[in-house]
């Protein structure tokens, strides 16, 4: 299993309680498939410096885990699919 980290941005209609349950529920297949979840940060809203799909902020959450390739691309693939997300990025910290 790798290490990675997810940054997701999710809509500024999201209610900032609903948040954790948002995207709790987009790791549960990722969970289920053996995967050892690290931290999950929420960092709350902040202002783009750009729009992005017509909104000025958005609420940040940052997802480190460790996983498989295949399943951390699926789960990318999915939070592209939700309306709710803005955008996601998935990176591999560099070994220390």
Request: hydrophobic share 40%; charged share 35%.
């Amino acid at each position: 299993m790798r290490s990675y980290e997810v940054m997701i941005i999710l809509d500024p209609e999201v209610d900032d309680r609903q948040v954790p349950a948002v995207v709790e529920n987009h790791l549960k297949p990722v969970l289920k498939a053996g995967s050892r979840l690290i931290n999950l940060d929420v960092m709350g809203r902040r202002r783009f410096a750009y729009d992005i799909k017509k909104k000025s902020e958005g609420t940040y959450v940052v997802v480190n885990l460790e996983a498989e390739p295949e399943v951390v691309k699926e789960f990318n693939r999915r939070l592209t699919i939700d309306e709710l997300v803005l955008r996601s990025k998935v990176f591999r910290p560099e070994a220390k």
